[in-house]
């Protein structure tokens, strides 16, 4: 198989200002997710998609290839994720002359993934036909059970009825968040034109809560800072 691993970091962030370059524990957030995917050892590319000039030049020094620039109308904070995917995908064939057979993409505001997680990721999407995989945590909240949104009435109703009756959130259906780690592409899916992962044939690979932690706010880059200065997580070699 010939594996492309993207890295989508655009510039101007807003939950975490410039998380992508951020110094975390000595080195900027984005070169944790490049060594990851170098170290794994089976991507012919690792490729950065960004806008940034900054965030370029910081992963060209930890070894990623930044073979093109991302288009103004792919860096806004509205921009779908998989337009920016398969827009690095095409370039990427087109600049290098090869042809992938999937695209791994990795987040690079979740710096806790291990190379388990990984492996599992493509071998699933490569063994159970599935249009791409991505990567969940199991949820704490359940729409069965202690989730609800208001009605026309205002009052409060559980987002989704569940069959029978449900009284513990162990009985009812289990559900995951999107935790935006690890994203698998196939060829096949690249090919057609949909914007969304959520297709008939999407599959998830479940990540432990620690490993799966992504960085959406300023509290979850000091509690990421905190669980690596305290040697609570272990990077691989």
């Known amino acids: 198989m010939k594996i492309l691993v993207t890295i989508a970091a655009r510039g101007g962030s807003k939950g975490v200002k410039n998380k992508n370059v951020r110094e975390l524990c000595g080195k900027p957030?984005?070169?944790?997710?490049?060594?990851?995917?170098?170290?794994?050892?089976?991507?012919?590319?690792v490729v950065v998609s960004t806008d940034s000039a900054e965030i370029a030049a910081a992963a060209k020094r930890y070894g990623a290839e930044v073979p093109f620039l991302r288009p103004p109308e792919l860096s806004t904070d509205t921009a779908p994720k998989?337009?920016?995917?398969?827009?690095?995908?095409?370039?990427?064939?087109?600049?290098?002359?090869e042809t992938y057979d999937f695209v791994v993409d990795l987040d690079a505001t979740a710096?806790?993934?291990?190379?388990?997680?990984l492996d599992a990721s493509l071998s699933a999407?490569?063994?159970?036909?599935a249009d791409m995989i991505f990567s969940a945590v199991p949820s704490h909240k359940n729409p069965y059970f202690n989730m609800v949104e208001l009605d026309s009435g205002g009052y409060a109703r559980l987002c989704k009825k569940p069959g029978n009756?449900?009284?513990?959130?162990?009985?009812?259906?289990?559900v995951y968040d999107l935790n935006a780690s690890i994203y698998v592409y196939t060829r096949e899916f690249l090919l057609g034109d949909s914007q969304t992962v959520l297709t008939d044939r999407s599959r998830v690979h479940v990540m432990d809560?620690?490993?799966?932690?992504?960085i959406d706010r300023e509290v979850d880059f000091k509690f990421v800072e905190f669980i690596?200065?305290?040697?609570?997580?272990?990077?691989?070699?």
């Open 165 to 174: 009756g449900v009284n513990r959130r162990q009985d009812a259906p289990k």
């Open 228 to 237: 690596i200065k305290q040697g609570l997580w272990k990077f691989e070699p």
């Open 111 to 117: 710096p806790l993934r291990r190379r388990a997680d």
């Open 209 to 214: 809560e620690l490993s799966g932690v992504d």
């Open 125 to 129: 999407a490569a063994e159970k036909r």
């Open 82 to 97: 998989v337009p920016v995917i398969r827009h690095a995908w095409r370039e990427a064939e087109r600049i290098y002359g």
């Open 29 to 45: 957030l984005i070169a944790y997710t490049i060594d990851q995917a170098l170290r794994w050892g089976r991507a012919s590319r």
